[in-house]
């Protein structure tokens, strides 16, 4: 019996071990193939968006870097010609318009409002891979069960130029407000008369930064509404004024002001008489930080009349030492450096009317003469630097051609040459091509040209700096220098297209204050930037000397991945121009290019750097003239003004505010005129 239960026994223990160890060898297996199985569909996403992705309504997942930059790409170019939606409440109802966030140029468009499609391809494919393999593929498993909405993050605006752009469109439905004044009628006899003062009735929309933002985060079409009106009460009122009126008579008695100034060199003293006809017509109020009312003179105004009278005679320019190289190759010295002097206008001003004001507390005491206040600037490059530079060898040259460029164009493009020519620039130093073109002004030298701005055509200056920026680019290439900054231009310009084949790609643009074009001089002495422009052939070089450490560099000919067809004609009817009259940019098609920088220092392994450029399409621009009178108007309705609820909200409130203030002022303009009967 004992024998029989002991096989029984034994038995059951060898068949208990072998169950177990089956059981945890397939446990075993199947984690392995479920552990496995999820690494290699987590690893079927590295390149990609994880699935379930949506921007707006928009699927994304499994989307590649490349179809992810050329959705992106393309969703902005819609969404730049869509424009963005206005509505503006008018006194005959509310007027539906489309704004469209980008100037147009003769040769480019600057974007108001883009996305940075690089930087938002980049955060894109990272989404959801921070973690280790093993928890990546969960969160990778559980957004393509449960999805995820994402938002594009890297939008700019440029507020300032967006701002502009809609109080074109909104100033003729406003009334400004406007504070009483002293108009002084006659200097001999002394007369004057006070003017009332007019509430303002203006447009809020302060809030079109956010709306713009995020519509465009959804890549959707942004619908902005300027509805909302708000009462701005004048500072200062007819009844302030006569609190001070008396004290005018002694502010005119005494007298002009004299402005001098001492030649540092010769120590001659030339004097400015500010008469009592000037400060009649530069007299204004202001309230003090303590809220009391003041004469004053307006800042612009003598901000000009110093800058037109005065820095003119006393301003001169601190000048760079520069250099050029000779026909047989040796630097030779062409322009000395030397120290400048420039009038600080804003601090001359204060003076000025720091004076001024003592008129409104004082009879006696009052200073009648103002020292004009200067500054000494350096040159960045002075003549006893440039010794033994080590410039001695050529480095490289940049081509462009500007053939067919028209006048003013071709004016601005000699000026810029001529600024840039003979600079230098130190090791570790960094170019800026703005830097050194501006200031971008009549008085700096440059013409202006036709541009299209929202629903208006308006001169602005300096058209062709973008040929420079090209051409610059070039350049720095050719000589091995590190790039910095540099962005393609918006569209397909003949002028920029590369001169290996024909093809654009190999561009840079520049547009105060950005984009830039920047490099920098990584070699380890000073580099000398010579320009020349051959004006038969309408042709740039610009060579860069200085000493060779051994570097080579070139670039590829630019490649076209595709060509954008550009649409039908865009119609922008506008009241500035006449009735019928029509006034056309033409038509530009779009193209995604790149090419390679390939550069090898000495003793350094070889750097490649790819430079892709995405040129938006462009369709034919019409600006049509309508008759004002004709303007289509819907009749107000403000619940379809505010899309959501919490706009709505917020639209009530400011509706009462308003109403709120418009009773006080009609209460004070009444206690005013009941005052005035008494």
Not at 471 to 484: D, Y
Not at 565 to 571: Q, W
Request: hydrophobic share 35%; proline share 4%; net charge negative.
């Amino acid at each position: 019996m004992k024998k029989i239960k002991k096989i029984y026994t034994d038995k059951l223990m060898r068949f208990s071990w072998r169950r177990i160890w089956v059981f945890v060898i397939s446990v075993a297996v199947i984690v392995g193939i479920i552990f496995f199985g999820t690494v290699l569909y987590a690893r079927g996403y590295d390149g990609k968006v994880i699935p379930g992705i949506t921007i707006g309504n928009i699927p994304i997942g499994g989307m590649t870097e490349q179809q992810l930059k050329t959705f992106l790409q393309d969703m902005s170019d819609k969404l730049l010609n869509e424009g963005v939606g206005l509505k503006i409440e008018t006194e005959k109802g509310v007027k539906r318009t489309t704004l469209y966030p980008v100037i147009v140029t003769e040769d480019k468009t600057i974007e108001l409002l883009y996305i940075d499609v690089e930087k938002e391809v980049e955060r894109l494919l990272q989404l959801g891979k921070a973690q280790d393999i093993f928890t990546r593929a969960v969160v990778i498993l559980r957004s393509r069960i449960n999805g995820k909405e994402e938002t594009i993050s890297h939008i700019t605006l440029d507020k300032e130029a967006i701002s502009d752009m809609l109080q074109s469109y909104i100033e003729p439905y406003e009334t400004q407000p406007k504070d009483a004044e002293i108009i002084i009628e006659s200097v001999q006899p002394f007369s004057y008369d006070i003017t009332e003062e007019v509430v303002g009735n203006t447009y809020d929309y302060a809030n079109v930064f956010h709306v713009l933002h995020r519509d465009w985060s959804r890549l959707q079409v942004p619908t902005l509404s300027a509805f909302v009106k708000t009462v701005e009460v004048p500072e200062i009122t007819k009844q302030d004024i006569e609190l001070i009126v008396d004290r005018l008579d002694d502010v005119f008695n005494t007298g002009s002001i004299v402005l001098t100034y001492t030649h540092p060199q010769t120590a001659s003293v030339e004097k400015w008489t500010i008469s009592i006809t000037h400060i009649a017509k530069w007299l204004t109020l202001f309230k003090d930080e303590e809220n009391v009312l003041v004469f004053h003179l307006d800042k612009e105004l003598v901000e000009n009349y110093i800058k037109e009278h005065i820095a003119n005679t006393i301003d001169v320019p601190a000048v760079d030492a520069k250099f050029s190289i000779g026909d047989d190759g040796r630097v030779r010295e062409f322009q000395t450096s030397r120290p400048g002097v420039r009038v600080d206008v804003e601090k001359t001003y204060d003076v000025i009317n720091n004076v001024f004001m003592q008129r409104t507390w004082h009879d006696e005491g009052v200073a009648k003469s103002v020292q004009i206040i200067t500054t000494h600037t350096e040159p960045l490059v002075r003549t006893t630097e440039v010794n033994d530079l080590g410039i001695a060898e050529k480095l490289g040259s940049g081509s462009s051609s500007y053939a067919g460029s028209p006048k003013n164009r071709r004016r601005n493009i000699q000026n810029a040459v001529e600024k840039l020519h003979g600079i230098l620039l130190a090791p570790g130093e960094e170019f800026s091509t703005i830097e050194h073109t501006q200031p971008y002004t009549v008085e700096g030298g440059y013409l202006p040209e036709l541009v299209i701005k929202g629903d208006e055509l308006k001169p602005e200056i300096g058209g062709g700096l973008c040929q420079i920026g090209t051409t610059l680019f070039r350049m720095a290439m050719m000589s091995g220098l590190e790039i910095t900054e540099r962005r393609n231009h918006s569209l397909v310009v003949g002028y920029y297209n590369d001169r290996s084949n024909g093809l654009p790609g190999t561009d840079a643009t520049i547009y105060e204050p950005r984009p830039d074009f920047k490099f920098k001089n990584d070699t380890t002495h000073h580099i000398l930037i010579q320009t020349y422009n051959d004006t038969k052939k309408q042709e740039l070089v610009f060579t860069v000397w200085g000493t060779h450490d051994g570097r080579t560099a070139t670039y590829s000919p630019p490649v076209v991945e595709r060509w954008i067809p550009y649409g039908e004609t865009r119609i922008v009817e506008t009241t500035k121009l006449a009735p019928g009259e029509k006034e056309c940019q033409h038509a530009f098609r779009g193209a995604d290019a790149h090419f390679t920088y390939t550069r090898t220092l000495l003793g350094q392994e070889t750097e490649e750097r790819l430079f892709e450029s995405h040129y938006r399409p462009l369709p034919e621009i019409c600006l049509l003239g309508i008759d004002p009178e004709e303007e289509i108007v819907e009749e107000r309705d403000l619940s379809d003004a505010f899309g959501d609820t919490q706009d709505q909200e917020g639209v009530t409130e400011n509706i009462h505010v308003v109403k709120v203030v418009e009773e006080k002022v009609k209460e004070e303009k009444i206690e005013k005129e009941e005052e005035s009967v008494e």
